[in-house]
């Protein structure tokens, strides 16, 4: 799926997910998340339950 599909799927402007992407947006709120998997046709648990999750290093 492209961006600008999943933009379109998600209810949320291509130009947020390519911010997300291209790491200018390091912190989406999570209604952004939401949306996105909205987009992608998942929950947001199935989203977090992900290994990506798993062990995160608060760097402050």
Do not use: W
């Not at 291509?14 to 046709?41: L, N, Q």
């Amino acid at each position: 799926m492209n961006i600008n599909k999943l933009g379109n799927q998600a209810g949320i402007n291509p130009s947020t997910i390519r911010s997300i992407m291209k790491k200018r947006c390091d912190s989406p709120k999570a209604e952004t998340v939401h949306y996105i998997c909205i987009g992608f046709g998942i929950s947001l648990k199935e989203f977090y339950d992900s290994d990506l999750f798993e062990n995160i290093i608060d760097d402050d």
